[in-house]
């Protein structure tokens, strides 16, 4: 089955918990971490994101779009977060991270900006547990997906799927019942989605209605 991530990006930061109820009946819970640096947007760092693993139902997939995650990255781990994913544009050394973020228990990702090209993590597959190619340009949510990263999806299913390896692909950023379908037939299988669920009336009912888009 595909997994669905919300993106709390459009949640209610003030109201964060009752959010999180909201979207209970999704895979893991999506949580981007900005540092103005990085990105040119501004979220929370490893204190709210502690609180948000107290409270949260589900798993924590942590998407740090942040400068220096070969500093930043295991504190996320250590905090109990399922899967910890940095940028290859950012990271130093990315495979002694990877291997630390596997040690400390979490799932490790590495993510790619629409401009970056695939060849940046083809090598590194058998070090990661997920790749997340970004489907806009990071910092905001609400804006439009770009069919144009879909190349970079397929290369990257075909590679996961020649070498046997269990390496999740993931899409970020304009997400729809839409263009869940031309993601989907790419090759992904984790889809991020933020305006898409928290806009919708009901929650469960918009990740239901993805999750079952996705699987056609
Ligand atoms: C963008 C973030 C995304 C964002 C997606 O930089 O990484 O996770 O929340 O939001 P939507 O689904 O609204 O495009
Ligand atoms: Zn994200």
Redesign the pocket.
């Known amino acids: 089955m595909p997994r669905i991530n919300p993106?709390i990006?459009?949640a209610d930061f003030v109201n964060m918990q009752s959010e999180l109820d909201r979207i209970a009946t999704a895979d893991l819970v999506?949580v981007?971490v900005?540092d103005n640096h990085f990105?040119p947007?501004l979220t929370f760092g490893p204190q709210m994101v502690g609180r948000i693993q107290d409270v949260a139902r589900i798993p924590l997939d942590v998407?740090l779009?942040i400068d220096d995650p070969d500093r930043w990255a295991p504190g996320y781990a250590e905090l109990g977060a399922y899967s910890v994913t940095f940028h290859a544009e950012a990271a130093h050394d990315p495979v002694a991270l990877a291997r630390r973020l596997r040690e400390l228990g979490a799932r490790a990702g590495i993510a790619l900006k629409p401009g970056t090209p695939v060849e940046a993590c083809l090598e590194l597959l058998p070090e990661f547990d997920q790749v997340l190619v970004?489907t806009?340009?990071?910092?905001?949510?609400?804006?439009s997906?770009m069919t144009e990263t879909m190349p970079k999806l397929r290369t990257l299913r075909e590679a996961v799927d020649a070498a046997g390896l269990d390496v999740w692909l993931q899409v970020?950023?304009?997400?729809t019942e839409q263009t869940i379908v031309t993601a989907a037939e790419a090759g992904a299988d984790t889809f991020?989605?933020?305006?898409?669920?928290f806009r919708a009336a009901d929650p469960a009912a918009q990740i239901a209605l993805l999750r079952e888009t996705a699987a056609k």
Do not use: Y
């Open positions: 993106s990006l459009a999506h981007d900005m990105v947007n998407h779009m970004m806009v340009e990071p910092g905001f949510g609400g804006q997906f970020d950023g304009g997400i991020v989605a933020g305006s898409s669920v």
